[in-house]
């Protein structure tokens, strides 16, 4: 249930980072995209493991689809040159350790790629499987996620 918690709220966190900006298709602006899509639609599993929205296989395929799918391209945004601006909570870290952090986004995919294709059947397993892809987003955001006061 903690991480649950924890997951939830990084989930929430990262729904609040993204900022308006003049260039859409900047790097930065994509990824923090990207990071309220996983956030959104882990907000969705969430409501449906803690038992305030009615399980829903659909919305639980759409929103496991919508993690997987993102997730494989999201470390393809990480260009050179895009370590700073825009308000990017990306660690200098990604850069040192680009293999790291693409096993990690990979592990996150994998996850959820499995829970779909053996879908949860209730709301403890959604929860169960919150449990582990929270901690596959808590592994990546410990190391590679900056902190922003």
């Excluded at 990084?10 to 996983?38: F, H, N, S, Y």
């Excluded at 879908?119 to 955001?141: M, Q, R, T």
Aim: charged fraction near 25%; charge should be negative; aromatic fraction near 6%.
């Amino acid at each position: 249930m903690m991480k649950m918690r924890a997951f939830a709220l990084a989930a929430a966190l990262a729904g609040l980072c993204v900022t308006a900006v003049t260039a859409a298709d900047e790097p930065q602006e994509v990824r923090q995209q990207l990071m309220k899509k996983v956030g959104q639609a882990a907000g969705a599993l969430s409501g449906i493991a803690k038992g305030e929205k009615p399980y829903d296989a659909e919305v639980i395929k759409a929103s496991l689809t919508t993690i997987s799918e993102t997730v494989k391209v999201f470390p393809n945004h990480f260009p050179e040159g895009s370590e700073t601006g825009m308000e990017t909570e990306a660690s200098p870290k990604i850069w040192e350790n680009m293999e790291d952090f693409k096993a990690k986004a990979a592990k996150l995919g994998s996850d959820a790629e499995m829970f779909l294709a053996e879908l949860p059947s209730d709301s403890a397993g959604v929860g169960a499987a919150l449990g582990v892809l929270g901690k596959d987003c808590g592994s990546c955001h410990e190391i590679y996620r900056l902190k922003k006061d």
